[in-house]
């Protein structure tokens, strides 16, 4: 699973937080941290449910759309979600 956190001008933020349940449990992995290009990311088993719950920008959690946004992982690929401000 890995992704960008994008400002509205498609700029990518360094340091966000990004926090997922792992097959509804928490703290089975860290929260990401975006890097210097922007990209987050976990490596999980394949089919394992992740849901999106909490994302940290500049030390103030902002909300995203759709809340609880969830995706099965695959295997051989990483899964694709970005965050980009509104």
């Known amino acids: ?5 994008l400002d509205r001008n498609g700029h990518i933020i360094v340091n966000a937080y990004v ?22 990311e976990w490596i999980l088993g ?6 999106f719950v909490s994302l940290t920008v500049n ?8 809340p609880d946004f969830e995706v099965r992982a695959k295997s051989g690929c990483f899964q694709r979600v970005d965050f980009v401000q509104r």
């Open 59 to 66: 030390g103030q959690r902002v909300s995203f759309s759709p």
């Open 46 to 51: 394949s089919g394992q449910k992740v849901r």
């Open 19 to 40: 926090e997922i349940l792992v097959e509804g449990q928490s703290g089975l992995v860290p929260p990401a941290r975006s890097n210097e290009q922007g990209w987050y």
């Open 1 to 5: 699973m890995k992704g960008q956190v």
